[in-house]
């Protein structure tokens, strides 16, 4: 596969939106989903697919558009669709969440969703939000600024390219799925990464299709990055290159250079890449875990960057960079940190100074007893995973049906605003009768306008791992982490409440702890879960209820007509 950039027909994209008046526009698209053949690493197998694209369709839209999507189920399984850091002001009906904003959508039949576009800009992604189905389900949400010439805060690029990290089995995605729940194990680890669907060059049969990015020497491309892996933190390189982040999560960044990335599942990364190296050579950008615990997969994935005018391209040998240790959580985390807001009068920000709603989460690897210890995990018992020791389980009828039309029984009302016992968190040792936690399907009630703030805490029960933190409905204020135990009297003196970075996806570091804020003014049912898939499989997920405000446009907007039934 290989990507040529033509100015012309960038020119001209650029000079219709100029001639376009800027007023908010509908943007009309047919998602089909579908079982599809596809061949990667000298095997053939069906997946499911939308459009037949893996991956699926790249989405442009300018910041305060509406996308109408008609969505239809061809495929043998249920699925949803995800627009993941779409706030959807007052409209979660669709949101996606299989059994938390709606029921799937079953083969056969179709849905029309409605994506409500407000302040984001930048790069957002979408993908399925049923069972494990985002593995090969997803693709990019391009959100241009209203003026797509000076609306940028650094210099107009000569190009645009997303690159989304992706990954593959052999085996069946759904098969992996269920041999893992029923063995109550860790799942088997994938077989690829990929780049822009592709492994690359170090797997087999899969050097002809590498991805390549033609560049021209001296100019600037911005590079969109969607981390659509399934379990793991990633980090990126390009060879011989340092590029400057400007954008996380579809929000503008104070630029920083840096010769590494670490992105998490979930997160989108914005990145400037310089042409500025010996054009006579091509450079892999290349891509492999970061992973603190567990197994995964050690193997690396490439794209390759080309310059124009290149004839010795096959001939001059390619060399991959040297990356952090694959274990290196401080590598991780620094990354992150050193994330921040623009926060000037072209970009304000908005941080609440004061929280009316405190809230701290443990984030936890569980157990539980599985008769005569046959289960695969630790000493014979099952892997869970629980926020505030409570393992999240899943309903049949949505919640936000269940609100909506208030159906009792389906879940309650009293998530806890902390765990039920205070110790050690982050000790090396944590004794095994803490390791169990308890099943339930409560949500956390929140005032229209109030002021949350969250510290979630890493936890060390079985292994601890970092885990990225995903927010449905909102973005948050990331105003501060650490390593350890969260310190209330200490930490907070420290919060950085001048330019925090604004984000939907939050990893937290292994055996630390992160703290967000943000207002909760969108009424709707917003599900909040670690988006390693396998910790949601776990139940590492809570759900928020912000409650309507007092004036009608503070309130949530009615079900569309042909919302999916249980």
């Known amino acids: 596969m290989k990507i040529a950039i033509i100015m012309l027909p960038f020119l001209l994209i650029i000079l219709l939106c100029v001639m376009i008046p800027s007023h908010a526009m509908t943007h009309h698209h047919n998602f ?3 079982d599809t053949p596809y061949n990667r690493l000298c095997s053939n197998k069906s997946i499911l697919t939308v459009n037949g694209q893996f991956p699926g369709p790249t989405i442009y839209v300018t910041e305060g558009d509406t996308i109408a999507i008609v969505v239809t189920n061809n495929a043998t399984e249920n699925i949803t669709i995800h627009w993941h850091g779409v706030k959807q002001p007052r409209y979660p009906w669709s949101d996606g969440p299989e059994y938390i904003t709606q029921c799937p959508i079953r083969p056969g039949s179709t849905f029309r969703q409605k994506i409500v576009l407000s302040d984001e800009i930048g790069t957002l992604w979408w993908h399925a939000h049923s069972d494990w189905s985002r593995a090969t389900v997803h693709g990019a949400l391009i959100v241009y600024p209203r003026n797509k010439t000076s609306g940028y805060p650094f210099p107009l690029p000569h190009a645009q390219i997303p690159i989304i990290l992706g990954e593959w089995w052999k085996s069946d995605v759904q098969a992996v799925l269920n041999e ?10 994938s077989d690829a990464f990929l780049i822009n669907g592709q492994p690359g060059d170090f797997y087999p049969c899969s050097t002809q299709d590498t991805f390549k990015l033609t560049v021209d020497y001296g100019k600037t491309y911005l590079l969109r990055m969607v981390n659509a892996v399934m379990n793991n933190i990633m980090f990126v390189r390009i060879d011989n290159h340092n590029v400057t982040i400007v954008g996380t999560d579809g929000a503008y960044t104070k630029p920083f250079t840096t010769n590494y990335i670490a992105i998490s599942p979930g997160q989108t990364i914005d990145f400037l890449l310089e042409a ?3 054009p006579n050579r091509n450079y892999y950008m290349a891509a492999r875990v970061y992973a603190a615990a567990g197994s995964f997969d050690n193997t690396t994935t490439t794209a390759i960057i080309e310059y124009n005018g290149n004839n010795n391209n096959r001939t001059t040998p390619l060399t991959i960079p040297s990356f952090p240790d694959f274990n290196d959580t401080r590598a991780s985390a620094n990354f992150t940190g050193r994330l921040r807001s623009l926060a000037n009068k072209n970009h304000p920000i908005d941080v609440p100074l004061n929280a009316t709603t405190v809230l701290f989460l443990t984030l936890s690897i569980n157990v539980s007893p599985c008769p005569n210890n046959t289960c695969s995990g630790p000493f014979g018992d099952r892997l869970l995973a629980s926020i505030n020791n409570i393992t999240f389980q899943q309903p049949r009828i949505a919640i936000l049906e269940a609100y909506y039309n208030m159906i009792r029984g389906v879940y309650g009302n009293d998530f806890p605003s902390r765990p039920p016992l205070t110790f050690n968190y982050t000790a090396n040792v944590i004794p095994r009768d803490l390791w169990v936690p308890e099943n339930g399907t409560e949500v956390r009630v929140l005032e229209y306008n109030s002021t949350v703030e969250i510290v979630f805490q890493g936890t060390n029960t079985v292994s601890g791992i970092d885990h990225p933190m995903h927010l449905h409905g909102q973005s948050f ?3 501060g982490w650490g390593f350890g135990n969260f310190d209330k009297d200490v930490d907070p003196q420290n919060y950085n409440l001048v330019d925090p970075p604004l984000q939907n996806t939050i990893a937290v570091p292994r055996n630390g702890w992160s703290a967000i804020r ?12 670690c988006h390693l898939e396998r910790h949601i499989s776990w139940g590492m997920e809570m759900v928020f209820i912000t409650k309507n405000g007092k004036t009608q446009d503070s309130k949530m907007l009615p079900p569309p007509s042909d919302f999916p039934k249980c």
Request: glycine share 10%.
């Open 32 to 34: 089909v989903v579908s």
């Open 477 to 479: 204020y990331v105003v």
């Open 518 to 529: 943000f207002k909760a003014n969108n009424p709707g049912v917003w599900l909040m879960h």
């Open 276 to 278: 500025n190296q010996n």
């Open 180 to 189: 893992f729940v029923q063995s109550g194990g860790d799942p088997n680890i």
